[in-house]
């Protein structure tokens, strides 16, 4: 069931071709800005610009109204060895304004100086309000044809290939702001479908702080920084925040998931992504299945902890979207499954007494499984950031046949918000024209004129109807792949500002989330709580939220106010109720592929290159990226580079640590040079005090470490116990990495450091 038209083949048939490559540039570490190796002198020989690097790739050079232009990949970049004023004129000279003389006044006409700087002047268009710090990758998309029972989309169907574009973000932060801040995440997929886009808008946390989009200024208003300082800044660690969620207790069910270790994951390759709200799927014969939409990582669901999300905002705050490109460019192509739970379309729209309307709400995996529709491959890093990850418009109601939406209030009014948004992002109404927005799919949309119209429309009778253009164009029916809405039934009703009975509910949700937890996951909920209301200034607002804990759980309400120093109010009933855990809700408990995961591997000035050759390839063997720590840039060898210096790695950067050499103190290893050498105490070390520093902080983080030979007197000085779980003293390279590998399926060693919220 394959109709995708010419453009869309020949991106999926690129696509194939991109994937069958390894696309792992030697000695399989990212991190190349250019395609081709710079020269020490200024090149000053005339050349046609250079191609993008081959794990990047930009939209498809398909016209603004869908067609094939049969052009090649890079149709729409730089053209040309020879600097041109926008109109293509070569100019002889960038680096002087025209002058009366060398030292007179700049003359009015300068007309390259006025294009120059008035192109300089409007680079920058509105942020968006909400999600503006982003990243994304081109993909596919294969479906599996599972869904066919109960959908008519055809990008669904078995071993359909279907290009995408998806882009990932933080929510509440600035596009400056760090990538590792506690927050939702966005989960957003265009899908260029030969039916049309189909844009599926979603976040890694699977309910939402309201329940009808009327409150979507407060939310937003309340979570951005305070108005009158503009702190902090992509944080809900301030009393706005905490003050509307605590009076507005529809945001109960978010706030906790935040809370937990979903608000800082590891990497977007291991985050969940959820539809949020419940979508109707349309079949073929016009049947209608309630369902919502999940996407599972291959590589699991993993998280940061909180010293390293902080440390991490410091040392490198675009630490996500590195790791993204990164694992693209080294060839680990990240990968999701897209999943269904579905449901009975009933008049009630309910399911197991679950409001199916209500977005502060999940249904349980154990209830109704999720079933696999298909799955994703990121495989392609953007080449111009600006032009595909910031100018890319998504849409909920970007919507193909056999897809449909419900009347969920919170959905209806993000159908309004994200077109209205883009007219004053985009500069207009035709910001599907941009070249990442443009479908691939045939358009004669009648819509004529405004700012930014690249299409060149011909006729004369953009009406109907008409006979001037001999009626085209014409209106096509359901067996002509139209776009029907589904006939749902609507029965009498009065108009009100009121919510269904069935939302009145906030509390039994969060504590099933709770109940659900690990233990220790139920520690880094009793952190996180503590952290966050110990930064708010009012008193109030702090006693507050602690009448909503003590709705919730008994125990999370004690631990939060012992942290706080604060009195506990008395629990509730909810606070005690007996329900059933859903293990789906926990990121523990699995073991994922260790593939992509980064491990650092210590050496020294001295260490033995065809030891550490052996290390890095058996570690790229094993599926995981290796990059060499030395005490310096120089290379070990001339095929062996150095990625990290001891100045500048931080155990936050690593998985996993492998110590194949525990050096004495660089000329570097000193305070006043390095503020990480005070991190042994006393005395003369006898090893780098920064190395010393870095597997402690691995160990204290909770992650797997190594050390080839006798590793004691490392542990000894970094106060680790060498019988501790996931220490490892091995005298074999291969055994060690085997090791770290399988370890690093469960993603940390958790048992190190028992919990003792139960």
């Known amino acids: 069931m394959d109709d995708k038209p010419g453009p869309v083949k020949r991106i999926v048939d690129a696509v194939a071709e991109a994937v069958r490559e390894d696309g792992r540039p030697p000695g399989g570490v990212p991190g190349a800005p250019g395609s081709t190796p710079p020269q020490v002198a200024e090149p ?3 050349r046609a610009p250079l191609p993008a690097k081959r794990d990047q790739q930009g939209p498809l050079p398909v016209s603004p109204t869908g067609r094939d232009t049969g052009l090649p990949a890079d149709a729409l970049s730089q053209n ?70 109960v959908t008519r989309a055809a990008f669904l169907a078995e071993g359909v290939e279907t290009p995408v574009f998806v882009r990932f973000s933080t929510v509440l932060g600035s596009r400056g702001s760090a990538d590792t801040v506690r927050d939702t995440r966005g989960f957003a997929t265009k899908f ?71 608000g800082i994951p590891r990497s977007y390759r291991t985050m969940e992504g959820f539809g949020v709200h419940t979508f109707r799927l349309v079949n073929a014969e ?33 630490f996500h979207r590195r790791d993204l490109a990164d694992a693209i460019e080294s060839g680990n192509h990240p990968q999701w499954e897209l999943g269904i739970q579905t449901f009975p379309d009933t008049p009630e729209q309910t399911f197991a007494g679950i409001d199916l309307l209500d977005p502060t709400k999940i249904v349980p995996e154990e209830l109704a499984p999720v079933q696999p529709i298909g799955l994703l491959t990121l495989h392609a890093n953007p080449t111009n950031f600006f032009a595909e990850t910031e100018q890319v418009a998504f849409h909920p109601g970007h919507l193909v046949p056999g897809i449909d939406l419900t009347d969920d209030a919170l959905l209806a009014g993000r159908l309004f918000s994200y077109l209205d948004t883009q007219i004053t992002r985009l500069g207009g109404p035709n910001f599907a024209q941009i070249p990442v927005n443009r479908t691939h799919a045939p358009v004669n949309d009648m819509l004529r004129d405004g700012f930014h119209q690249d299409a060149v429309h011909s006729g004369v009778a953009p ?33 009100v500002r009121e919510a269904p009975a069935s939302f009145a509910d906030h509390f039994s949700q969060p504590r099933l989330f709770w109940l659900s937890l690990s233990p ?7 952190a996180a709580y503590t952290f966050e209301l110990s930064k708010v200034y009012e008193q109030a607002i702090k006693e507050r939220v602690l009448t909503v804990l003590a709705r919730i759980d008994e125990q999370l309400c004690r631990e939060v106010a012992a942290g706080l120093g604060l009195p506990v109010p008395a629990t509730t009933d909810t606070a005690n109720a007996e329900i059933a855990p859903s293990p789906a809700l926990s990121q523990l408990g699995r073991r994922w592929p260790a593939t992509g995961r980064v491990l650092g591997i210590v050496t020294g000035s001295g260490s033995d290159p065809g030891v550490v050759r052996r290390l890095r390839d058996d570690a790229s063997a094993a599926g995981l990226l290796p990059l060499v720590i030395a005490p310096t840039g120089a290379p070990l060898a001339d095929d062996l580079p150095v990625q990290r210096t001891f100045a500048a790695a931080r155990s936050v950067e690593f998985d996993a640590l492998l110590v194949a050499d525990a050096p004495p103190p660089g000329a570097d290893d000193r305070g006043a040079r390095d503020a990480k050498s005070g991190a042994v105490a006393g005395g003369q070390p006898a090893i780098d005090s920064r190395i010393v520093l ?10 797997p470490i190594a050390g080839l030979a006798d590793a004691r007197a490392l542990w000894a000085a970094a106060g680790i116990d060498p019988q ?14 085997s090791a770290l590998a399988e370890q690093l399926e469960t993603h940390r060693v958790w048992e190190r450091f028992p919990a003792s919220a139960h």
């Not at 002058?99 to 002047?121: N, S, T, W, Y």
């Not at 902090?232 to 935040?258: C, G, K, R, Y």
């Open 44 to 46: 000053l020989e005339p």
């Open 80 to 149: 040309g060895g020879y600097l041109t004023t926008a109109q293509g004129v070569r100019l002889p000279d960038g680096d002087h304004s025209l002058k009366a003389g060398p030292r007179g006044p700049v003359l009015l006409q300068d007309h390259h100086l006025r294009e120059k700087i008035m192109h300089f002047d409007h680079e920058r268009i509105p942020e968006r309000v909400v999600h503006a710090r982003g990243a994304a990758a081109h993909g596919t998309f294969r479906g599996y044809g599972t869904a066919a029972a």
């Open 192 to 262: 260029y479908t030969g039916q049309g886009v189909f844009d599926l808008v979603g976040n890694n946390i699977p309910v939402f702080f309201i329940q009808d989009a009327i409150k979507f200024p407060d939310v937003v208003h309340a979570a951005k920084p305070h108005p009158d300082r503009e702190i902090p800044q992509a944080q809900s660690a301030h009393d706005t925040f905490w003050d509307f969620v605590s009076l507005h207790t529809e945001a109960t069910h978010h706030t906790i998931w935040n809370m937990s270790d979903r």
């Open 286 to 318: 016009g049947a209608s299945t309630l369902v919502k939409f999940h996407w599972k990582p291959m590589a699991g669901v993993h998280s940061l902890v909180w010293e390293e999300a902080q440390l991490i905002s410091g040392m490198d705050p675009d």
């Open 463 to 495: 009406y109907k109807p008409n006979s001037l253009d001999g009626g085209c164009p014409f209106f096509a029916g359901a067996g002509e792949h139209a776009f029907v809405e589904y006939p749902t039934p609507i029965s009498a009703a009065t108009k």
């Open 520 to 526: 220790v996951e139920r520690e880094h909920v009793i």
């Open 694 to 703: 870095l597997v402690n902080e691995a160990y204290r983080h909770a992650k």
């Open 724 to 737: 501790a779980p996931g220490v490892f003293s091995e005298t074999d390279g291969g055994q060690a990495i």
